[in-house]
């Protein structure tokens, strides 16, 4: 069981490049999520999806897209790069139940530089 | 909207000492759920301790316990017998399951250093 796997865990992209962020779990999660980390500002949601193909915008939509084709993808697509999308990225994911024992668990994270 | 704020950006504490770290959040709502995480230097985010709103009793996981108030919409984390390996920044959040979604919002978080 690896749990949330996310990859690559480096990248460093030119202003106007594309580029696809994967993310996987095993655990046969309902919710899944992107969320960005800045200095001083926490986590912030990017998407989410409830379940295989349903996705929704969260806090920090603009410049990503997302697709659920299955249970256990959700990549993050950044079609025209832009160095304000510099930071570092989560996946994580949820069993989607209602309910306190709905923990988040996380991937390792990928640290973008976008020049 | 709901917000979770963290007012203490950066804490230390002696080794074997306790310390405790500060939230307050606002919500109107009456259910929803509280979390704390750790990031150690590794980057990965850990659970440490999580509150389900609608019980009084306050959440314990061995060296960590919170100390939540609903009324005042305070819930703040309390690391007993501090040791090196509790060096991370820690984030409080909050979640509120509806129309099926499990959004979980974030406060800013505190890095907390222990000291040898």
């Known amino acids: 069981n690896a749990g949330v796997t996310q990859t690559p865990k480096f990248q460093v992209l030119k202003t106007g490049q594309s580029m696809t962020l994967q993310c996987a779990q095993d655990?046969?999660?309902?919710?899944m999520s992107w969320y960005r980390q800045d200095p001083g500002m926490g986590l912030r949601l990017i998407h989410y999806?409830?379940?295989?193909?349903?996705?929704d915008q969260g806090e920090v939509p603009n410049g990503y897209n997302v697709s659920r084709s299955t249970t256990e993808d959700f990549p993050l697509r950044l079609l025209s790069a832009a160095p304000s999308q510099t930071s570092v990225y989560f996946c994580?994911?949820?069993?989607?139940?209602?309910?306190?024992?709905?923990?988040?668990?996380f991937g390792p994270g990928t640290r973008l530089t976008v020049l | 909207a709901q917000t979770v704020t963290q007012s203490q950006p950066e804490m230390s504490v002696q080794e074997a000492e306790t310390v405790t770290l500060s939230c307050t959040y606002d919500?109107?709502?009456?259910?929803?759920?509280l979390f704390w995480y750790k990031q150690p230097p590794s980057r990965q985010m850990i659970l440490v301790i999580r509150?389900?709103?609608?019980?009084?009793q306050n959440a314990t996981e061995n060296r960590f316990s919170v100390n939540f108030q609903k009324a005042a919409k305070s819930f703040s984390l309390k690391i007993s017998d501090s040791q090196l390996g509790d060096t991370a920044m820690y984030f409080c959040?909050?979640?509120?399951?509806?129309?099926?979604?499990?959004?979980?919002?974030f406060g800013t978080g505190t890095r907390l250093k222990v000291l040898a």
């Open positions: 994580a994911s949820s069993l989607g139940q209602r309910g306190g024992t709905d923990t988040q668990y």
């Open positions: 655990m046969n999660h309902e919710y």
């Open positions: 999806s409830v379940g295989a193909g349903i996705t």
């Open positions: 919500t109107s709502e009456s259910n929803y759920y």
């Open positions: 509150q389900e709103a609608y019980k009084q």
């Open positions: 959040a909050f979640m509120k399951p509806y129309s099926g979604t499990y959004k979980y919002i």
